[in-house]
């Protein structure tokens, strides 16, 4: 499957920024799907992920309440709704997806085979 990562821009402190992972090749509604974030000069780190067919949503603490991640199988895409956004959730956001991600695996990087190339989101104070 390739993943194609959008929806990034510049944005103010509060607002609300939505990324879509669209995919081709294959159905993501057989994946888990996770999208992880890296910002400069730190390690990528987890944000949140779903399971498949609409299953359970994981959340980095960081971003529990204000971000939702969502499926959208007619469209082939997984969403992540930013909200009240802080200047320390600039960073570039990844999906990742795979098949086999199994639950003690879903925060990890090394529990996905198939990444996107990143959108950039900067949040200004």
């Known amino acids: 499957v390739q993943l194609q990562a959008s929806g990034g821009g510049l944005v103010q402190a509060g607002d609300s920024v939505r990324l879509s992972c669209a995919a081709s090749g294959r159905s993501l509604s057989s994946y888990v799907v996770a999208w992880f974030r890296q910002a400069p000069g730190k390690e990528r780190e987890f944000v949140s992920a779903?399971?498949?067919?609409?299953?359970?949503?994981y959340y980095a603490d960081s971003v529990k309440g204000r971000f939702t991640i969502s499926r959208d199988n007619a469209k082939n895409t997984v969403s992540l709704q930013m909200n009240s956004l802080k200047p320390e959730d600039t960073a570039v956001y990844y999906c990742?997806?795979?098949?086999?991600?199994?639950?003690?695996?879903?925060?990890?990087?090394?529990?996905?085979?198939?990444w996107g190339q990143g959108t950039l989101v900067t949040v200004s104070s």
């Open positions: 779903i399971r498949r067919s609409q299953g359970a949503t």
């Open positions: 990742a997806a795979d098949t086999g991600t199994i639950l003690s695996s879903i925060r990890d990087i090394g529990g996905y085979d198939y």
